[in-house]
């Protein structure tokens, strides 16, 4: 095959994926206009079921789902407002090491790929991409792209802490979640004997520095910032 014909492959391939993210793109930003209908909150149960099952893969908020009350409920169908769709063209760049973590990232479909040290990993569906970002200040410590037009589930960190603290239900347990993440973490520092840090159930590898969880501890009325070293996700 000569040169020009491998161009004109590639040009072809680029133009197919362009049409297709544009598709995707419209797809996911479509809204059927009799939901315009219904109630604010009738609205976001819809959207909390919609992704009820790549929320479930957060390990605190399928522990929330086993017996949630109507308080519980009502503030994780409003926690649907922190997500966000995205699509991804072919070679897009999710996020680049040694930015900052603001949002943590689900596969929804395509073929996406994180780099780091130790090379390539493809990502499945098992698990959240920079999940840590949802418990403590992160940096990322890896190269996160799209190797094929890719959709994602997007959750903003910051909107997403700022709702589970309005109650005291899901204040309590994303705070002793968050403890525990981040003790799982130091625990497996100290048997590696070093600064790297592969925690593939999480779905992330980090580096360590000092920083505190996003949640702090309330005891008898008094909130207490808790002092605990934080994980630099890759």
Do not use: N
């Not at 059927?32 to 079921?49: A, H, K, W």
């Not at 995205?86 to 596969?107: H, M, P």
């Not at 403590?136 to 910051?158: N, Q, R, Y």
């Amino acid at each position: 095959v000569g040169l020009g014909q491998r161009l004109m492959r590639l040009q072809l391939r680029s133009i197919v994926d362009r049409l297709s993210l544009r598709a995707r793109a419209r797809s996911s930003d479509l809204r059927v206009p009799i939901l315009d209908l219904l109630s604010g909150p009738l609205f976001r149960e819809l959207q909390f079921e919609r992704h009820r099952a790549s929320l479930c893969k957060l390990p605190m908020l399928k522990d929330l789902l086993e017996a949630p009350d109507i308080q519980t409920l009502e503030t994780l169908h409003s926690a649907t407002r922190s997500l966000y769709q995205l699509v991804a063209a072919t070679r897009d760049i999710i996020f680049l090491s040694g930015s900052r973590a603001t949002s943590a990232y689900f596969k929804l479909g395509g073929t996406l790929a994180y780099y780091r040290d130790q090379g390539e990993e493809i990502v499945d569906d098992s698990c959240w991409v920079a999940e840590a970002c949802l418990w403590t200040p992160w940096i990322h410590m890896g190269d996160f792209e799209a190797k094929s037009v890719s959709d994602l589930l997007c959750l903003d960190a910051d909107s997403f802490c700022e709702t589970l603290a309005k109650t005291w239900s899901t204040q309590l347990v994303a705070s002793a979640y968050a403890v525990e993440f981040l003790d799982t973490c130091l625990v497996l520092l100290s048997c590696a004997h070093t600064f790297f840090l592969a925690f593939q159930g999480t779905g992330f590898v980090g580096r360590f520095a000092f920083a505190k969880p996003r949640f702090c501890v309330c005891t008898h009325g008094i909130f207490l910032a808790l002092s605990i070293p934080k994980s630099i996700m890759a």
